[in-house]
Every structure is written in structure tokens, then in C-alpha cells.
């Protein structure tokens, strides 16, 4: 999808069945935004997003899914396509989202910890699978960010060059949920390295952080995910998606 329209997913981050923000991934700094996640995609569709990018905070720490009300909510309430991450630790769980309508399963923990289920996954789903890695300080973190493990994003996104991955994730924890803007030079390197489509997020913060997606040195990038600045209003979805489309 290189080269392709840059898209901008909007998220629908789950605790407890309620749509929150976390401030740099810890659970104690949620701040609820809808108690409503199915009519808060319905708002994104309808201002125009064309995919939706949701998570399972509360699975990311429990190992399993936990939101998945919110989530069957969610997609009955949408058409468009949703990414899901949060929790999937098994082919299991693989097969039983993507069978309700999730669009692509985001692998995250398992990634570092059993990479064979990844490249099972890719092989028994086609373009149905991708990869998060989470990292602080250029290292990748596990279980819903509280550990850190020794390897680099740029290691872990090798592991998986030539498997299937449909996309990585590449979230900048330090940024996450306190608006300082994309890491996009770490992302962009990280997208030089691998042949893997690569999704920035953490951080975006204003229309800013769109035009700066649109510069040739970072047009390599497939999109973008934000969360925060849509949902406080420093990020007006029509100006940023009609700008991408511009582009």
C-alpha cells in the first residue's frame, strides 16, 4: 500500500467496556471519553474514516479478551473495516475475530513470545494479521506495556520479514496519549528496514502531525493512528481527511 492514500485510523481504546485514553500506558491514567464505544465508531464512519483501529486495554493485561462486547458492539454498528488488538494470544481467538468481522488481528505480547504462532496465523490467514510492537526507548514492551523486553522493534519486525504480516503497528509508548507528536523519524526508520507496511501511532497531537505524514521521507508510511487530539478536538477529522486525499 505504499504510495497509496495515507490512512488515518481513528481508535477506540476499551476499559471496562467505556471508550478511554490512556496517558503513556498506564491503566491508573484513563480518561473516559464515550461510555458508548458502538456510537463513537458509528461518529467516526460517519465523519468520513475509512478504517478503525480498536483495542482491548483490558485483555493486553489479562492475556485473553475482555472487552468483547464492546467490540461485537461495534462491528454490528460499522461497515467499514476495524483492526483489533488486545489480548490475542491464540489461534483461537484469531479465528473466532476474525469470524465475527474484525478486519485484521494486531499481535502485540505473543509477537515476543511465540513468533511461531504468528507465522501460523499469517499462514492460515492471508493479509488477516498484524503485528504491534510497542516500544520504549527503541526496545519493545509486552504485556500491555509493562515489561520491557531486550529486543529492538527492527529485530522483532525481521523476525516476521518474509511470514505474511499484513502491517506493523509501531507504537512510541514515551508519546502515547500525551500529544507531543508522532515519532516519525524512529517509525520511518523502522519502515526503511523491513518490507512490512508500517502504521505509526503515539502521539499525534494536531493537523501538523498530518501534513508532516504527507512529506516525501515519510510518505513510505502506510498511516497513521490517533486517538486523543480526535476526541478533545485539537484534530478536525474533515480538515486531516481531506488533506490525505489532496495529497
Same mark, same amino acid.
Given at each position: 500500500m505504499r504510495g497509496a492514500v495515507v490512512i488515518l485510523f481513528p481508535a477506540i481504546d476499551l476499559k471496562d467496556g467505556q471508550c478511554v485514553r490512556l496517558k503513556l500506558g498506564e491503566m491508573d491514567q484513563a480518561t473516559v471519553f464515550n461510555d458508548d464505544p458502538a456510537a463513537q465508531a458509528l461518529a467516526f464512519e460517519a465523519q468520513g474514516f475509512q478504517y478503525l483501529h480498536i483495542v482491548d486495554?483490558?485483555?493486553?493485561?489479562?492475556?485473553?479478551?475482555?472487552?468483547?462486547?464492546?467490540?461485537?458492539?461495534?462491528?454490528?454498528?460499522?461497515?467499514?473495516?476495524?483492526?483489533? =488488538? =488486545?489480548?490475542?494470544?491464540?489461534?483461537?481467538?484469531?479465528?473466532?475475530?476474525?469470524?465475527?468481522?474484525?478486519?485484521?488481528?494486531?499481535? =502485540?505480547?505473543?509477537?515476543?513470545?511465540?513468533?511461531?504462532?504468528?507465522?501460523?496465523a499469517c499462514r492460515a490467514y492471508p493479509g488477516r494479521v498484524a503485528v504491534g510492537i510497542d516500544a520504549r526507548g527503541g526496545r519493545v514492551a509486552v504485556e500491555g506495556w509493562a515489561e520491557a523486553s531486550e529486543l529492538t522493534a527492527i529485530e522483532l519486525a525481521r523476525?516476521?520479514?518474509?511470514? =505474511?504480516?499484513?502491517?506493523?503497528?509501531?507504537?512510541?509508548?514515551?508519546?502515547?496519549g500525551v500529544l507531543k507528536g508522532l515519532n516519525l523519524p524512529a517509525t520511518a526508520e523502522l519502515a526503511r528496514a523491513t518490507r512490512i507496511p508500517v502504521i505509526a501511532s503515539g502521539g499525534l497531537a494536531s493537523i501538523a502531525d498530518v501534513r508532516e505524514l504527507l512529506k516525501p521521507q515519510y510518505r513510505l508510511l502506510e498511516g497513521a493512528i490517533t486517538g486523543r487530539a480526535l476526541y478533545d478536538g485539537r484534530l478536525d477529522p474533515k480538515e486531516a481527511l481531506d488533506l490525505l486525499r489532496a495529497a
Open positions: 486495554l483490558n485483555g493486553a493485561f489479562a492475556g485473553k479478551p475482555v472487552n468483547g462486547a464492546a467490540v461485537e458492539a461495534i462491528l454490528k454498528a460499522i461497515s467499514i473495516p476495524a483492526q483489533l =488488538g =488486545g489480548g490475542i494470544r491464540d489461534l483461537a481467538t484469531i479465528e473466532a475475530w476474525l469470524q465475527k468481522g474484525i478486519r485484521r488481528v494486531i499481535l =502485540g505480547t505473543v509477537a515476543v513470545r511465540d513468533p511461531a504462532l504468528v507465522r501460523e523476525r516476521f520479514e518474509d511470514v =505474511g504480516v499484513s502491517a506493523i503497528i509501531y507504537t512510541d509508548i514515551e508519546r502515547d
